[in-house]
């Protein structure tokens, strides 16, 4: 059981990329799925959350401007990211947990698995 997280990349402010999370050795039909991310100096924050009944609930932060998604196997997840800004540089990481089985998407060490992570650099 695997998670691998891809898609990110060096973007001019404004510009957009989509990050994906593809799983391996399961699908994502009973879990839900978060990303998160880290800038140097800072703490891991949550970003967006994706529930196997496909609702969604996004970090203020990113409202408006990211989406996250299934894909129609339900193997893989996406986070598109629009308007991208300087400040969302940081290191984006995915992770799964079952779904209701957390209290809280934001919190980490509520997740069963992760995965690595990609780097999103937002400069001009």
């Known amino acids: 059981v695997q998670l691998q997280a891809s898609g990110g990349g060096l973007v001019q402010p404004g510009g957009s990329l989509r990050l994906c999370c593809a799983a391996?050795?399961?699908?994502?039909?009973?879990?839900?799925v978060g990303w998160f991310r880290q800038a140097p100096g800072k703490e891991r924050e949550g970003v967006s959350c994706?529930?196997?009944?496909?609702?969604?609930i996004y970090a203020d932060s990113v409202k408006g401007r990211f989406t996250i998604s299934f894909d129609n196997a339900r193997n893989t997840v996406y986070l598109q990211m629009n308007s991208l800004k300087p400040e969302d540089t940081a290191v984006y990481y995915c992770?799964?947990?079952?779904?209701?089985?957390?209290?809280?998407?934001?919190?980490?060490?509520?997740?069963?698995?992760w995965g690595q992570g990609t780097q999103v650099t937002v400069s001009s």
């Open positions: 992770a799964a947990v079952v779904t209701g089985d957390y209290n809280d998407w934001t919190t980490w060490d509520e997740y069963d698995f």
């Open positions: 391996s050795g399961f699908t994502f039909d009973d879990y839900a």
């Open positions: 994706i529930s196997s009944d496909d609702s969604t």
